[in-house]
C-alpha cells in the first residue's frame, strides 16, 4: 500500500492556490506541454508565458515546426537562454514526425528517446499530457523532499538513486492523482518552498517537515554560488546570436566583432556556438543560423 505522508494536505493546498498556466488547461495539447517543459528548464515562468504564447502561434504542432530549418527555431528562442534547447525541440519535433506521424509519444521510453528530452522531462510529458504515473524530480522537487523528508536545506548537485527511490515511493498508487501529486509538489517549491527564502508559516506540510522540525540546519555541503553572467562566456554567446536573430540573412565577420571588444573570449564563444551547431559559418566569410 503506498504511503505518502504529505499528499492530502499538499493536495488540498495546490488545489487552492495552483497558478492558472496555459499548460495546465485541460485543453493543452500535448506538443504544447512538451514545449512548456523545455522551456521552463532555468527560465522562469514570467519570461516562458510570452515565449510559449508565441511559439504556439507559430508552430502549432510538430510537424508545423519540422517544416522549418532550424535556424527560424534559434531565432524565436529569442532571449530566453540556453539557446541549444531551440535546437533540440526542432530535432524532437523532426523525430516526433518521422517516427510517430506527427503525434507526440505517450510512454516514457519514447519520449525519452526524443533529442534533448531528459528523465524528468519525459516523467513530466508522460504525466502531464497522457495521465502516467511516474515520479518527477525537478530542481523544485528535490528541494522540497530534501527538506521534508531528509531534513537538509539543500538536495545534492546531481539527483541520486536515493532520490529517486524517495520519489517513486511517494507516488499515489492512482495515476491520475499521482499526476497531480506531481505537479503539486513542483507548485510547492517554487512558491512556497523556495531556494533563498521559504516561506514555512505559509507551507501546508510544515507540521511534518524535518527540515524546519529540526531548527533548519544550514547547509553543510559544498558552498552553492550564484550563477552570474555579466562578463561571461555565455553574455558573449548572447550578444553574438542577437546579431544574426536579428539578421534577414548571412551577416560578415566584422558585424560580429563589433559586439564584444575582447578579442580571445569574443573567437572562443563564436567558436563553442559553431560547435554547438547555433551558428553556420559559410564558405564566404560570413556567418548565418543554421539553415
Not at 140 to 157: D, F, I
Request: charged fraction near 20%; hydrophobic fraction near 45%.
Amino acid at each position: 500500500m503506498n504511503q505518502n505522508p504529505y499528499s492530502t494536505a499538499l493536495l488540498a493546498w495546490y488545489q487552492a492556490n495552483a497558478r492558472d498556466l496555459p499548460w495546465r488547461r485541460s485543453d493543452a495539447s500535448a506538443w504544447s506541454i512538451l514545449v512548456s517543459e523545455i522551456m521552463l528548464q532555468q527560465t522562469p515562468v514570467a519570461r516562458v508565458l510570452p515565449a510559449w504564447e508565441a511559439w504556439l502561434q507559430r508552430w502549432p504542432a510538430p510537424a508545423d515546426l519540422a517544416a522549418e530549418p532550424p535556424g527560424e527555431a534559434v531565432r524565436m528562442w529569442n532571449r530566453l537562454g540556453y539557446p541549444r534547447r531551440a535546437l533540440n525541440l526542432h530535432a524532437s519535433a523532426c523525430a516526433i514526425v518521422e517516427r510517430h506521424g506527427g503525434e507526440v509519444p505517450s510512454t516514457y521510453p519514447e519520449l525519452r528517446a526524443l533529442p534533448g528530452v531528459g528523465a524528468y522531462t519525459a516523467a513530466a510529458v508522460a504525466s502531464f499530457a497522457f495521465g502516467g504515473r511516474h515520479a518527477i524530480l525537478d530542481t523544485n522537487v528535490r528541494r522540497v523532499l530534501a527538506r521534508a523528508h531528509t531534513g537538509v536545506q539543500y538536495p545534492p548537485k546531481a539527483p541520486t538513486r536515493s532520490e529517486t527511490e524517495l520519489a517513486e515511493s511517494l507516488l499515489p498508487a492512482d495515476a491520475a492523482v499521482a499526476a497531480r501529486w506531481g505537479v503539486a509538489i513542483m507548485e510547492l517549491g517554487a512558491l512556497v518552498c523556495t531556494a533563498r527564502s521559504p516561506a514555512c508559516a505559509d507551507c501546508p506540510i510544515a507540521s511534518q517537515c524535518a527540515w524546519r522540525l529540526a531548527g533548519k540546519p544550514a547547509h553543510d555541503g559544498p558552498p552553492r554560488r550564484a550563477q552570474t553572467y555579466a562578463g561571461t562566456d555565455r553574455q558573449v554567446r548572447g550578444r553574438l546570436l542577437a546579431v544574426l536573430r536579428d539578421s534577414e540573412g548571412p551577416v560578415p565577420k566584422d558585424a560580429l566583432d563589433a559586439v564584444w571588444n575582447e578579442p580571445i573570449q569574443r573567437e572562443r564563444a563564436l567558436d563553442a556556438l559553431v560547435a554547438d551547431g547555433l551558428v553556420d559559418p559559410r564558405e564566404d566569410g560570413t556567418y548565418a543560423l543554421p539553415g
